[in-house]
């Protein structure tokens, strides 16, 4: 008996297209692991992010057909999970937006110790964040995305998405001093 023959990436693509449950089914297990890490960064907690996840496999779904096979599928699935985390969160970060940061000038970005920690270190200190500081901290130094990218997003003017992210380093650079200086 010979085992089954492995299905690619881009065979249940192709068949998702045809509206196949599934290979629907299977495209979600393949990419759940995947799009559940994304969605965790921009969620606050494990349920938000798996609502995040799951609307995101339905655009995904509902879309595939606009999918273009010559692009990477992981970065084209990242762009949506980013995008249905960030929307579900809006309406929490437009309630600590009310600030204003148009004319606020950043916090100095002297190096500091939090510029060379490992992405672990980094990761265990953000969730201390301030859900602004930590969403755009996220898709600026984690996502790569610019501040333009990021004000559109979240609706907010781009010296805000500046000030946020030098308050987010700020804030990890007296964390982890304080947190260098208690085990020490």
Known sequence: ????????????????????????????????????????????????ALEAVNDAFIKVFNAIHNYNIDKPFKAWLRTIVVNTAIDRRRKDLKFQLNVDLDNAAPISSSIGTVDNLNVQDILKLMSELPAIQLTIFNLYEIDGYNHDEIANMLTIPVSSSRVYLSRAKERLRKMLKKETQSHG
């Open 1 to 48: 008996m010979h085992p089954p023959p492995r299905i690619t990436e881009e065979e249940i693509i192709s068949q998702c297209k045809t509206g196949s449950l599934k290979y629907q089914e299977m495209l979600y297990k393949l990419f759940y692991g995947y799009a559940m890490g994304i969605s965790l960064r921009y969620s606050l907690n494990r349920d938000d």
